[in-house]
């Protein structure tokens, strides 16, 4: 494969380049053409070849159509890459430019290929390498667009495909060395155009041996990658800690600093010693691998409208599909490749990979409620339960769906269910726990101040398992949890606890010792239970649940009301976007960057890197959708 797909964060698609393309309205930067050919004829002078943006020729061997820029709009552009082009080939001794056969560098506004828009293409035919000036990258952590950056990483990788051409020739697609670096059974993709994954360019390390899963997709592509890694310092710093358990990883990148030593002498160890040297470079100082948590999804900006914020991309107002209201998030799941969030007025988002458009939020706007403060949805990401007050039957409801969203249906009504009490609508029914898609409790709490757990065990009907006063006056019960089939906990306000040991069947009240609101119980096992609470405090028992120690892990004006836990890690957020995360059995919690001040409701994690965030305003309808490819670091 000779050409690259821009490097995107977790949240962009690899399929949708054509909409990468920035409008005239958003580019206010503007370059007479005097001055741009001034900084042309600097560059060529610097790196001794030719740098084109007229007269440039048509690829060879490509069906690729390309289109020159006109106007100082154009300049700007081609300006801004040829800066990263700058900061990328300032890298390389010219012995290694001279090396790679270039001619030219040609920077077009349209690069456009049979399958979708490229921002760049190397054509060993003509000695060209192509750059498309129109192709952006979004930063959400400095909420600016960073082309220096952006343009650095596609140079280095574009430059990687000419070296390695120039090295190995036609057999650069299929070098035996390269493949004996590889554990064994390791098979290569069908080649970059047929990534899917809309974090495929996202440094998160998916398997042995690999930077990134676009560096999966081929033999070519992931050569490309090793050699971005070796040039550029910011991605340098996270995978040489991943080589030094790896050591398919490592012997790749030492082949490559072999390979390119032999070749160019000026590439002695001095010169990797200076360019390797991560002394002092923090991990989050760039965007090219995931920072803390990223807003996918933000309302409140744009006069009342949600704005999606998705890197590779520019901003798209998303008021028509999500029904033009703002919208706070308060729980999350995942089924699959999909996330399903549910929040206020009702709404049911769900984040998934469409083929024609990559990464989507759609809104299954079909569900009668007030607000929705739990979802869970099977595997086969077709049946769904989701759960809150009702605006239609009063009281609160579990809703189900069997076609992915589409169509709802109530399976339990609290007002049908205990009719004889009064304000029906303060009724909650806040989260469920399935075992399978049969299997499941949900709980809640009722108007007169009473806790309810339910079960199904067909995953039709809700049968009542508790319900009774725990501790106060305020019974509502607002997560439950199993360890196992036998083991259970859950858990309300005024410090309610409530716990199984036979599968459901009956229920006993625990002591906390606090009076705090309880929001979210978790498990290590059946003797470990964490649970996040009120003023900053988190629950931990370590005998299965007969006695609770309180453990600071916020500020005492933060309410934590999420908290997920994945291996030996654990996690909490709370008010003002604060989350925590513990690696030492909660001992001690380390704050991590959520880029947003709406309070966290809700975090699920895939596994110990990949996890997301549902936010969401106390008094209004403003909130986010957060993701990490980082674990949050």
């Known amino acids: 494969m000779r050409r690259i797909i821009s490097v995107l964060l977790i949240f962009a698609a690899l399929t949708v380049f054509n909409s990468s393309v920035i409008s005239q309205s958003k580019m206010e930067d503007t370059m007479p053409t005097d001055e741009l050919e001034a900084k042309i004829k600097k560059l060529e002078d610097k790196f001794r070849l030719k740098i084109l943006y007229k007269g440039v020729p048509a690829p060879t061997g490509e069906s690729y159509v390309i289109e020159e820029g006109s106007g100082m709009e154009d300049n700007a552009r081609v300006s801004k890459v040829l800066s990263g082009i700058d900061v990328a080939f300032s890298r390389?001794?010219?012995?290694?430019?001279?090396?790679?056969?270039?001619?030219?560098?040609?920077?077009?506004?349209?690069?456009?290929?049979?399958?979708?828009?490229?921002?760049?293409?190397?054509?060993?035919?003509?000695?060209?390498?192509?750059?498309?000036?129109?192709?952006?990258?979004?930063?959400?952590?400095?909420?600016?667009?960073?082309?220096?950056?952006?343009?650095?990483?596609?140079?280095?990788?574009?430059?990687?495909h000419m070296i390695d051409y120039a090295i190995k020739g036609a057999s650069s697609s299929d070098d035996a060395e390269w493949k004996k670096l590889n554990d064994s059974g390791v098979d290569y993709g069908s080649g970059a155009w047929g990534v899917k994954e809309h974090d495929a360019m996202c440094f998160v390390h998916p398997a042995k041996g690999f930077v990134n899963k676009y560096s999966m997709s081929s033999m070519q592509e992931d050569k490309a990658e090793i050699f971005t890694s070796l040039f550029m310092r910011e991605i340098y710093l996270r995978v040489s800690e991943w080589a030094v358990s790896d050591k398919a990883l490592e012997r790749k990148l030492n082949y490559m600093k072999g390979l390119l030593s032999a070749k160019c002498e000026k590439l002695d160890q001095n010169f990797w010693n200076k360019t390797l040297n991560v002394a002092g470079l923090k991990k989050n100082s760039t965007w090219l691998t995931p920072v803390g948590w990223?807003?996918?999804?933000?309302?409140?900006?744009?006069?009342?409208q949600v704005e999606r914020v998705e890197p590779g991309r520019e901003r798209v107002v998303f008021g028509v599909m999500l029904t033009g209201k703002t919208v706070g998030t308060l729980d999350v799941c995942y089924s699959n490749d999909t996330a399903w969030f549910v929040?206020?007025?009702?709404?049911?988002?769900?984040?998934?990979?469409?083929?024609?458009?990559?990464?989507?939020?759609?809104?299954?706007?079909?569900?009668?409620?007030?607000?929705?403060?739990?979802?869970?949805?099977?595997?086969d990401g077709k049946k769904v339960w989701v759960c809150g007050g009702d605006s239609r039957k009063n009281g609160a409801s579990i809703w189900y769906s069997e076609d992915g969203g589409k169509k709802w249906k109530v399976q339990f009504n609290s007002a049908e269910t205990y009719p004889d009490r009064s304000l029906l609508s303060t009724d909650h029914m806040n989260k469920f726990f399935f075992f399978d898609e049969k299997n499941g409790f949900a709980v809640g709490g009722l108007s007169d101040n009473t806790g309810i757990i339910l079960k199904t065990s067909d995953g039709k009907t809700w049968q009542t398992v508790y319900k009774d006063w725990t501790v106060g006056t305020d019974d509502e019960l607002r997560s439950i949890?199993?360890?196992?089939?036998?083991?259970?906990?859950?858990?309300?306000?005024?410090?309610?606890?409530?716990?199984?040991?036979?599968g459901g069947k009956t229920w006993s009240k625990v002591s906390s010792g606090t009076e705090q609101y309880l929001y979210t119980v978790r498990s290590l096992s059946k003797d470990v239970w964490f649970i996040s609470a009120a003023s900053g405090i988190v629950l931990?028992?370590?005998?299965?649940?007969?006695?609770?120690?309180?453990?600071?892990?916020?500020?005492?004006?933060?309410?934590?009301?999420?908290?997920?836990?994945?291996?030996?890690?654990?996690?909490?957020?709370?008010?003002?976007?604060?989350?925590?995360?513990?690696?030492?059995?909660?001992?001690?919690?380390?704050?991590?960057?959520?880029?947003?001040?709406?309070?966290?409701?809700?975090?699920?994690?895939?596994?110990?890197?990949?996890?997301?965030?549902?936010c969401a305003s106390n008094t209004a309808n403003l909130g986010a959708i957060l993701f990490t490819y980082s674990g949050g670091e």
Request: charged share 20%.
């Open 92 to 160: 390389y001794p010219l012995e290694l430019i001279k090396l790679a056969g270039i001619s030219s560098i040609a920077v077009v506004k349209k690069l456009e290929g049979p399958e979708r828009v490229a921002p760049e293409m190397a054509d060993y035919g003509n000695h060209v390498l192509y750059f498309n000036c129109s192709i952006v990258a979004f930063d959400p952590i400095q909420n600016k667009i960073d082309y220096v950056l952006f343009w650095t990483y596609i140079a280095h990788h574009g430059f990687g």
């Open 294 to 304: 990223l807003p996918v999804l933000k309302s409140g900006v744009g006069g009342g």
């Open 343 to 379: 929040g206020h007025v009702g709404d049911v988002l769900k984040k998934f990979e469409s083929p024609a458009k990559g990464w989507e939020v759609e809104n299954c706007k079909s569900v009668t409620a007030m607000s929705l403060w739990g979802v869970w949805a099977a595997p």
């Open 481 to 502: 949890w199993f360890a196992d089939a036998q083991h259970g906990c859950a858990v309300g306000h005024y410090g309610a606890i409530v716990m199984t040991c036979d």
């Open 540 to 614: 931990r028992s370590t005998d299965g649940g007969k006695k609770w120690e309180q453990i600071d892990a916020g500020e005492p004006s933060e309410h934590l009301y999420a908290l997920a836990v994945c291996g030996r890690k654990i996690w909490v957020g709370g008010e003002n976007g604060a989350i925590y995360v513990s690696s030492d059995n909660g001992e001690n919690w380390e704050k991590q960057q959520s880029n947003v001040a709406y309070p966290i409701h809700s975090i699920f994690m895939l596994n110990d890197k990949v996890g997301a965030a549902a």
